[in-house]
């Protein structure tokens, strides 16, 4: 039950990682239950990024006590969080169904072409007997309808490339805002330094040799 998890009175630090002259504390999200709502809406990286946002930020980070319990802090940032993620969700899905559509209108065109195209000969073929060259009106009919239809594949094959770099460029861009927001709330540290728990190496800190010269 995940009212009971962000209210259980168990949760406990799991994580003390102890690095000369440095302490880093993960900790167990325990939202009060009071949020269990507003929770619901949010993926688990989100809700992580949140509470580790809130316990570690530059200027007035909460203690865990005041993260688990209820704070205006809390909610505005869960209500803002939600905001953009529902926003990116409906871009998602916007995305999804242009794309979709102009394929499914790329399709039908070929297949009414393709009927057409039966129809056409069809249509032709009673009179194809005072034609001295059956073949030859056959083989202009069919050149005829691929070039259109080739000319008609061609402009939507270009209209859904063009769906793909605009979505492609608003990936680049939210992706981009995002890691610019990790490295300001100190979340990517957070993750570099689970990084060199895991793999056992301790990786050099690129800011302080940059400060350096």
């Known amino acids: 039950n995940s009212t009971n998890f962000y209210n259980s009175k168990n949760a406990k630090n799991i994580w003390n990682i102890r690095i000369p002259g440095i302490f ?43 993260t688990s319990s209820i ?38 065109t070929e297949i009414n072409l393709k009927s057409n195209l039966d129809q056409t000969e069809i249509n032709l073929r009673p009179n194809l007997q005072v034609i001295n060259s059956e073949d030859e009106i056959n083989a202009r009919v069919k050149e005829s309808t691929q070039e259109t239809l080739n000319s008609i594949k061609q402009q939507k094959e270009v209209e859904c490339n063009q769906i793909r770099l605009d979505m492609a460029l608003k990936s680049r861009n939210l992706f981009e805002h995002i890691l610019k927001k990790y490295i300001r709330d100190g979340t990517i540290y957070n993750l570099i330094h689970l990084l060199e728990e895991a793999d056992g ?5 690129i800011s302080r040799i940059v400060k350096k010269n």
């Open 24 to 66: 880093y504390y993960i900790n167990i999200m325990n939202f009060h239950e009071h949020y269990s709502e507003l929770l619901k809406k949010l993926p688990p990286s989100i809700k992580k990024n949140i509470w580790n946002r809130l316990i570690s930020r530059v200027h007035n980070p909460l203690s865990e006590e005041q």
């Open 71 to 108: 704070h205006s802090d809390i909610e505005s940032l869960l209500i803002s969080k939600i905001d953009k993620y529902a926003k990116k969700k409906n871009l998602q899905r916007r995305s999804k169904l242009i794309l979709d559509h102009s394929r499914s209108n790329l399709d039908q």
């Open 201 to 205: 190496t301790r990786y050099p800190d």
